[in-house]
């Protein structure tokens, strides 16, 4: 019995990581690479500081949040949104993101891809199933 309640926790863990992935980083990265697109730079250094990065992870927590499915508790949420926020935000650098001004969603999610799989595994254990 233990077995298949694990075994659905962890299939809306893998819902939750996925849904919220695709919406953080289309909300977070479009915020952010408006506000590139006007700069002059060619930053190739990995992880988002400054202003940029506080509008990155403040976009990403709140899509994220709202994102998120029911089946967790809201601090575990709440908890696991920061981790993914601030986590994206500092393997991404402000070309990738700048790049992402001209892709579609589907195209930005697929460039993040490895990167927010990396993070979603690190902050999985942040989630409480209520």
């Not at 863990?13 to 479009?30: D, E, K, P, S």
């Not at 809201?74 to 981790?83: A, D, L, P, V």
Request: net charge neutral; glycine share 8%.
């Amino acid at each position: 019995m233990l077995g298949v309640a694990m075994a659905g926790i962890d299939r809306w863990r893998g819902f939750l990581t996925g849904a919220i992935c695709g919406a953080v980083v289309v909300a977070a990265c479009g915020v952010v690479a408006y506000k590139y697109a006007t700069l002059e730079s060619d930053d190739h250094v990995v992880g988002l500081t400054g202003k940029e990065r506080s509008y990155f992870v403040e976009a990403g927590i709140d899509t994220c949040v709202k994102q998120a499915a029911q089946g967790f508790t809201t601090e575990s949420i709440s908890q696991y949104c920061r981790c993914f926020s601030n986590g994206l935000a500092d393997r991404l650098s402000k070309n990738e993101v700048k790049s992402m001004d001209k892709m579609t969603q589907a195209e930005m999610v697929a460039a993040v891809q490895p990167k927010s799989d990396a993070v979603a595994a690190t902050c999985d254990k942040l989630l409480t199933p209520r």
